[in-house]
């Protein structure tokens, strides 16, 4: 068996936000990253055509040596990792692993609100998907979970108008939409891998005593959990502090995006699904 990185997939940017906490967690895996920003948003596509061009991408990521891919895209985790993982998997190697962001952050957000009652903010797919309903009420019954489709907040991250006062209105809006539908939330969960750096602007009008959660540092936690009970996929990780960033789509847009996710300068590869 030959050793591979990490994968680490997302229809976009967003999946870099998880990863930079994940390499800041265990800098000393290889990791690949593949942004399907050619065929991005996946939000708003069916459950067909999400499960279709996610399983591609894994598949892609296993061409490339990895036997463990980590799907850091919120509507991916929704819409087709359980299909894939149940009747994709075995078929191609039971020994390969997926892993999601819904369930670690499902965990955590029980344990953290003191209420319960939690917020969950996202896509309009991930939202309709219910998964985090789902997902939160499997690890804590008789939470109450209120949800809310954020659809403007992407597109103000990836147009870069994050941080100005365009971004105010529909920040403010969908924050007393969520928050108008129980007074005793103490406890919102960004679910999207863009929200992180709507974070100073969520804060500014959210109420002090509101926890937000993110993503990343939860998801990275998680797989190192993971890795320390399942020694056995150690063995099957490179060690060697790389990180390879793939996208489907213009390398010179993704480098111009991919530092205000990653935090730092990267130098992309297209490749072809």
Known sequence: MKKGPIGIFDSGYGGLTVMKEIVSTMPEYDYIYLGDNARTPYGTRSFET?????????????????????????????????????????????DRRILGVIR??????????????????????????????????????????????????????????YEG????????????????????????????????????????????????????KVVADSLKDYLSRHPEMVEKCSIGGTQTFLTTDSTTNFDQHAVHFFGSEVRSRFVHI
Not at 110 to 128: A, Y
Not at 170 to 194: M, P
Request: charged letters at 15%.
């Open 50 to 94: 999400i499960y279709e061009y996610t399983l591609e991408c894994v598949k892609f990521l296993f061409d490339q040596g990895c036997h463990l891919v980590i799907l850091a895209c919120n509507t991916a985790s929704a819409k087709a990792l359980r299909t894939i993982q149940q009747r994709d998997l075995p078929g191609i190697d039971p």
């Open 165 to 216: 006062d365009g971004a105010d209105y529909f920040i403010q809006k969908d924050l007393n939409a969520i928050l108008n539908q129980s007074e005793k939330v103490d406890t919102l969960l960004l679910g999207c891998t863009h929200y992180p750096l709507l974070l100073s602007k969520i804060q500014q009008f959210l109420p002090k005593h509101i926890q937000i959660i993110s993503q990343g």
């Open 104 to 161: 670690p952050t499902a965990e955590m957000i029980g344990k953290i609100s003191k209420s319960g009652h939690v917020g969950v903010l996202g896509t309009s797919g991930t939202i309709q998907s219910d998964s985090y309903v789902i997902e939160i009420e499997k690890q804590t019954p008789g939470i109450a979970v209120y949800q809310h489709a954020c659809p403007m907040w992407v597109p103000l991250v990836e147009n870069g108008e």
